[in-house]
């Protein structure tokens, strides 16, 4: 079973910085992407950074040259370093993992970034 857990997310002041984690486990042979996606008050969910094989990425404009995605494969985690932090980047952030073997889109169950003004 396919498992995805995220950690990292606290309380920051505005310009600070932070480093999600996400911890993968199960058998996984497929992977076709790897995301973070976050989801503030009142507002949908929405795709923050993503990474496929051989090493491509996309971004949210909002974040672009402020946050990295980056994945270890040996330690089976996906990162997400967050720079300059903004009042506007708070919400709930989420790990997505999608995968043709077996075939599946799997959540992890969110972690709370706070940045303060």
């Known amino acids: 079973q396919v498992q995805l857990v995220a950690s990292g997310g606290g309380l920051v002041q505005a310009g600070g910085s932070l480093r999600l984690s996400c911890t993968v486990s199960?058998?996984?042979?497929?992977?076709?992407?790897i995301g973070w996606y976050r989801q503030a008050p009142g507002k949908q969910r929405e795709l923050v950074a993503s990474?496929?094989?051989?090493?491509?990425?996309n971004y949210a404009n909002s974040v672009k040259g402020r946050f990295t995605i980056s994945r270890d494969n040996v330690k089976n985690t996906v990162d997400l370093q967050m720079n300059s932090l903004k009042p506007e980047d708070t919400g709930i952030y989420y790990c997505?993992?999608?995968?043709?073997?077996?075939?599946?889109?799997?959540w992890g169950q969110g972690t709370q970034v706070t940045v303060s003004s």
């Open positions: 990474t496929f094989n051989f090493g491509t990425t």
């Open positions: 199960g058998s996984i042979a497929g992977v076709i992407a």
């Open positions: 997505n993992l999608r995968s043709d073997d077996p075939w599946g889109d799997y």
